[in-house]
């Protein structure tokens, strides 16, 4: 069973920055897709941002993109996001995702489904 503890959420003003990072249990972490997504109060669940195995590959929400960045770290099992000039918009709860099938690459990667373990969320709030 694979679990994934999110942190490094809170109240930033908005132009701020905040980095969240997720770390994950499991034993074969490198062949873990992880991704981040994010749910606003009555809104649905949206990508933010994913990577693959190696890093190589990483996507992002064309909202965020230039504003976000998605890393990993294969030795600490942890996946970050790091949040540059956050806006009020961006405000929502963050999840972690991990998949342990295929490779992410492509559209497959933006899609909720592909993956099968979540974290519990980190609240972020941006402040106008």
């Known amino acids: 069973q694979v679990q994934l503890v999110e942190s490094g959420g809170g109240l930033v003003q908005a132009g701020g920055s905040l980095r969240l990072s997720c770390a994950t249990s499991?034993?074969?972490?490198?062949?873990?897709?992880m991704a981040w997504f994010r749910q606003a109060p009555g809104k649905e669940r949206e990508f933010v941002a994913g990577i693959s195995w190696s890093g190589g590959r990483t996507y992002y929400a064309s909202s965020v993109k230039g504003r976000f960045t998605i890393s990993r770290d294969n030795a600490k099992n942890t996946v970050y996001l790091q949040m540059n000039s956050l806006k009020p918009e961006d405000t929502a709860v963050y999840y972690c995702?991990?998949?342990?099938?295929?490779?992410?690459?492509?559209?497959?990667?933006?899609?909720?489904?592909?993956?099968?373990?979540w974290g519990q969320g980190t609240q972020v709030t941006a402040s106008s």
């Open positions: 995702a991990a998949d342990d099938g295929n490779d992410c690459a492509g559209y497959v990667c933006y899609r909720p489904q592909k993956y099968n373990y």
């Open positions: 499991g034993r074969s972490f490198s062949r873990y897709s």
